[in-house]
T-cell receptor, first 112, second 115 residues
Framework: DAGVTQSPTHLIKTRGQQVTLRCSPK?????VSWYQQALGQGPQFIFQ???????QRGNFPDRFSGHQFPNYSSELNVNALLLGDSALYLC???????????FGQGTRLTVV | AQSVTQLGSHVSVSEGALVLLRCNYS??????LFWYVQYPNQGLQLLLK??????LVKGINGFEAEFKKSETSFHLTKPSAHMSDAAEYFC?????????????FGKGTKLSVIP
């Protein structure tokens, strides 16, 4: 049973560019959340998608947007990249009603 | 609003010694509490969770945690540390009611195990 998969694992972007990160949830899961983990910090909640809609959002600017597809996979888009956006981006999936979130290995984004 | 405080960004123990990682939480609603472990260049793995059932929760790899409402604490313990326990540990809280979807994490505690 494949767990949560994220792609790519690493990428480097230049300030001002746009980036798209992808996540496939664990089989049977219908809810996807995204987190940003800066170096030396705990993960911070960006937003959660359920039934193809953003259900809850953390304290992140509108430059961060997302999408969920009918197969429950999800994308995280970040526009106008800043140096401070450099971080590990984690995707977590759950089954609606469950308290247990499963995390992917993350995408390491470096903005130069 | 919810928050988590993990006391000690770095804890070192000898192999075979007791592991104690501290977590205090703040929540305006009855909380659900979690401990996750993160190995280098990996995602997070759930160790254990408290969801309002038994206050003493047992998890994987011999870890356990006790929910103490009066102390707003959820400390993680393991009787005997193993070299493979060296990792970063995160305590997290979420609300227990409808609409409480996000996990709020502490800053993490890095555990080193000395042979």
């Amino acid at each position: 049973d494949a767990g949560v998969t994220q792609s790519p694992t690493h990428l480097i972007k230049t300030r001002g560019q746009q980036v798209t990160l992808r996540c496939s949830p664990k089989s049977g899961h219908d809810t996807v959340s995204w987190y940003q983990q800066a170096l030396g910090q705990g993960p911070q909640f960006i937003f959660q998608y359920y039934e193809e809609e953003e259900r809850q959002r953390g304290n992140f600017p509108d430059r961060f947007s997302g999408h969920q597809f009918p197969n429950y996979s999800s994308e995280l888009n970040v526009n106008a990249l800043l140096l401070g956006d450099s971080a590990l981006y984690l995707c977590a999936s759950t089954r609606q009603g469950s308290t247990e979130a499963f995390f992917g290995q993350g995408t390491r984004l470096t903005v130069v | 609003a919810q928050s988590v405080t993990q006391l000690g960004s770095h804890v070192s123990v000898s192999e075979g010694a007791l592991v104690l990682l501290r977590c205090n939480y703040s929540s305006s609603v009855p909380p659900y509490l979690f401990w996750y472990v993160q190995y280098p260049n990996q995602g997070l793995q759930l160790l254990l969770k408290y969801t309002s059932a038994a206050t003493l929760v047992k998890g994987i790899n011999g870890f356990e945690a006790e929910f103490k409402k009066s102390e707003t604490s959820f400390h993680l313990t393991k009787p005997s540390a193993h070299m493979s326990d060296a990792a970063e540990y995160f305590c997290a809280v979420s609300g227990s009611g409808a609409g409480s979807y996000q996990l709020t994490f502490g800053k993490g505690t890095k555990l080193s195990v000395i042979p």
